[in-house]
């Protein structure tokens, strides 16, 4: 038999568990559950155990302002990221609500009953309103180019997204093909044990060094609450990467002199720097990689590991061999090439009947889809910490979900067929983003169909968003004709 809700969240992750948190609290009334695919909560952090994995957004940001993050340590590792996220389950209490090994298969929407059919396979739920917090990676697959001749290759191989937990690498020569967040953190904790770690990439990355420990809140913590600490730490954090992510737009050659000059300064040669960290595009026309307390450069300028710009013939028995003609050797290749991203979890979304394309919809305030009722789906910053847009867009759904229910609303639609013209929902120019656009519902140019990648912006705006705005409101037949 189909269990009936008010309200299902898909996935316990970091959004998943904050979107449970907040439902608690300002519809305590409302009957929900979460949906986990997996045995365990975390999402991502779960997801992922590659050595060293940490986050790549600062701590204080990253976290919910409902939950202080405690520790001065700004860039924290995937063991303590996934405490924080069991702590807001156990004191919400979600957890009991978790129904864990639950994947989501298909939600169908049905007009004339004015709910949601999700079969998963745990069973099959009812719910009025339906909320995705699946992120956007795809869990099942990393993303892989073809490797000629991997075959070949006599040691091991492996994807991060899929660690083996008995993998030694101690004294081996490990080659990390990649130069996006997951290989710079791979290679300084690789370097840690291994003989020698080559960081391979075809281009270079910008990076960006940041402190693992932030000393201004260790100091305000022994002295202050833990919430005191979290609003200050968090605004001034918010306050620099946004003022230089507008720096970067605005003056992307004084961006460029900055991030060049950390780089030669802790690495000590200017010629090196302009080989291996001198992108051909502007900073946050892709993500910055951020390293902490620069031990990336650390280990390279140590002799313990090393930076190869070049492209792959293909790999032989005794490591990789490059267009160049060299080989580099290796006991252990590491493909840390990317992800897949995925919309909605990959769920098949139907109404009435018909099948809904998220690649053909666009994004209403950046977490409806166009002419899709009672859905709505979260998707982070690409140029700040993901949970500051996830918490708005949870505290939006709060507001829409108090709104329906002041007003006797069973139904929100965003409007079918948004005006005017079209652009990416994730206006970047990663390789994992290009490759997943047609994925992704689009965006308009004006509000509400618009995401403005702005915190400050959205955290004034969002509260005082109209929610009427090109959205049709609607209740359920037997209460029309009660009233008539």
Same mark, same amino acid.
């Given at each position: 038999?189909?269990?009936?809700?008010?309200?299902?969240?898909?996935?316990?992750?970091?959004?998943?568990?904050?979107?449970?948190?907040?439902?608690?609290?300002?519809?305590?009334?409302?009957? /929900?559950?979460? @949906?986990?695919?997996?045995?365990?909560?975390?999402?991502?952090?779960?997801?992922?155990?590659?050595?060293?994995?940490?986050?790549?957004?600062?701590? /204080?940001?990253?976290?919910?302002?409902?939950?202080?993050?405690?520790?001065? *340590?700004?860039?924290?590792?995937?063991?303590?990221?996934?405490?924080?996220?069991?702590?807001?389950?156990? =004191?919400?209490?979600?957890?009991?609500?978790?129904? /864990?090994?639950?994947?989501?298969?298909?939600?169908?929407?049905?007009?004339?009953?004015?709910?949601?059919?999700?079969?998963?396979?745990?069973?099959?739920?009812?719910?009025?309103?339906?909320?995705?917090?699946?992120?956007?990676? =795809?869990?099942?697959?990393?993303?892989?180019?073809?490797?000629?001749?991997? %075959? =070949?290759?006599?040691?091991?191989?492996?994807?991060?997204?899929?660690?083996?937990?008995?993998?030694?690498?101690?004294?081996?020569?490990? &080659? &990390?093909?990649?130069?996006?967040?997951?290989?710079?953190? $791979?290679?300084?904790?690789?370097?840690?044990?291994?003989?020698?770690?080559?960081?391979?990439?075809?281009?270079?990355?910008?990076?960006?060094? @940041?402190?693992?420990? =932030?000393?201004?809140?260790?100091?305000?913590?022994?002295?202050?609450?833990?919430?005191?600490?979290? *609003?200050?730490?968090?605004?001034? +954090?918010?306050?620099?990467?946004?003022?230089?992510?507008?720096?970067?737009?605005?003056?992307?050659?004084?961006? *460029?002199?900055?991030?060049?000059?950390?780089?030669?300064?802790?690495?000590?040669?200017?010629?090196?720097?302009?080989?291996?960290?001198?992108?051909?595009?502007?900073?946050?026309?892709?993500?910055?990689?951020?390293?902490?307390?620069?031990?990336?450069?650390?280990?390279?300028?140590?002799?313990?590991?090393?930076?190869?710009?070049?492209?792959?013939?293909?790999?032989?028995? %005794?490591?990789?061999?490059?267009?160049?003609?060299?080989?580099?050797?290796?006991?252990?290749?590491?493909?840390?090439?990317? @992800?897949?991203? @995925?919309?909605?979890?990959?769920?098949?979304?139907?109404?009435?009947?018909?099948?809904?394309?998220?690649?053909?919809?666009?994004?209403?305030?950046?977490?409806?889809?166009?002419?899709?009722?009672? $859905?709505?789906?979260?998707?982070?910053?690409?140029?700040?910490?993901?949970?500051?847009?996830?918490?708005?867009?949870?505290?939006?759904?709060?507001?829409?979900?108090?709104?329906?229910?002041? +007003?006797?609303?069973?139904?929100?639609?965003?409007?079918?067929?948004?005006?005017?013209?079209?652009?990416?929902?994730?206006?970047?120019?990663?390789?994992?983003?290009?490759?997943?656009?047609?994925?992704?519902?689009?965006?308009?140019?004006?509000?509400?169909?618009?995401?403005?990648? +702005?915190?400050?912006?959205? $955290?004034?705006?969002?509260?005082?968003?109209?929610?009427?705005?090109?959205?049709?409101?609607? *209740?359920?037949?037997?209460? &029309?004709?009660?009233?008539?």
């Amino acid at each position: 038999m189909a269990e009936h809700l008010d309200v299902l969240i898909v996935g316990a992750g970091l959004s998943g568990v904050g979107a449970a948190w907040r439902l608690t609290r300002e519809h305590p009334e409302r009957s /929900f559950a979460v @949906l986990e695919a997996r045995a365990a909560l975390g999402g991502t952090w779960d997801l992922f155990r590659y050595p060293g994995v940490r986050s790549d957004s600062d701590m /204080f940001t990253m976290s919910y302002p409902f939950k202080p993050w405690r520790s001065d *340590r700004s860039l924290a590792d995937g063991e303590s990221i996934r405490t924080y996220i069991r702590q807001i389950a156990e =004191d919400g209490p979600i957890l009991p609500r978790i129904r /864990f090994d639950t994947k989501v298969l298909t939600a169908a929407w049905s007009s004339e009953e004015q709910r949601w059919t999700v079969e998963t396979t745990g069973g099959t739920y009812v719910c009025r309103f339906l909320y995705c917090c699946t992120g956007y990676y =795809d869990y099942d697959r990393g993303y892989e180019p073809e490797f000629p001749g991997r %075959e =070949d290759f006599a040691g091991d191989f492996v994807h991060p997204q899929f660690w083996p937990a008995d993998l030694d690498t101690r004294g081996k020569r490990i &080659v &990390v093909i990649g130069s996006g967040a997951t290989a710079v953190t $791979l290679v300084p904790t690789l370097a840690g044990t291994a003989g020698h770690v080559t960081m391979l990439q075809r281009s270079p990355t910008y990076m960006a060094i @940041l402190p693992a420990r =932030d000393k201004m809140a260790a100091a305000m913590m022994r002295k202050l609450p833990a919430g005191v600490v979290h *609003r200050v730490i968090r605004a001034r +954090n918010v306050a620099v990467s946004q003022g230089f992510y507008q720096l970067a737009r605005r003056r992307p050659e004084r961006a *460029r002199a900055i991030l060049r000059k950390f780089a030669v300064g802790r690495l000590g040669d200017e010629a090196y720097v302009d080989t291996h960290f001198k992108p051909a595009y502007d900073p946050w026309d892709q993500r910055l990689c951020v390293i902490p307390d620069g031990d990336l450069y650390d280990v390279i300028r140590s002799g313990r590991a090393s930076v190869v710009t070049d492209t792959i013939d293909r790999l032989v028995p %005794e490591g990789v061999r490059l267009s160049s003609g060299t080989t580099i050797p290796a006991d252990v290749v590491v493909s840390a090439t990317g @992800l897949r991203l @995925l919309a909605v979890g990959g769920i098949r979304v139907t109404v009435d009947g018909t099948a809904v394309n998220p690649g053909e919809q666009v994004a209403y305030r950046g977490m409806m889809f166009s002419g899709v009722p009672n $859905l709505a789906f979260c998707i982070g910053y690409t140029n700040a910490s993901w949970t500051l847009r996830a918490d708005l867009s949870h505290r939006y759904v709060m507001r829409l979900l108090t709104f329906m229910n002041r +007003n006797g609303y069973t139904v929100a639609r965003p409007d079918a067929k948004p005006p005017g013209p079209r652009r990416p929902l994730l206006d970047f120019t990663s390789g994992y983003v290009q490759r997943a656009l047609s994925l992704f519902p689009q965006q308009g140019t004006r509000d509400p169909w618009t995401i403005k990648q +702005n915190y400050v912006y959205d $955290l004034i705006r969002s509260p005082r968003a109209d929610l009427r705005r090109n959205m049709t409101f609607s *209740r359920e037949r037997t209460r &029309v004709g009660a009233a008539a």
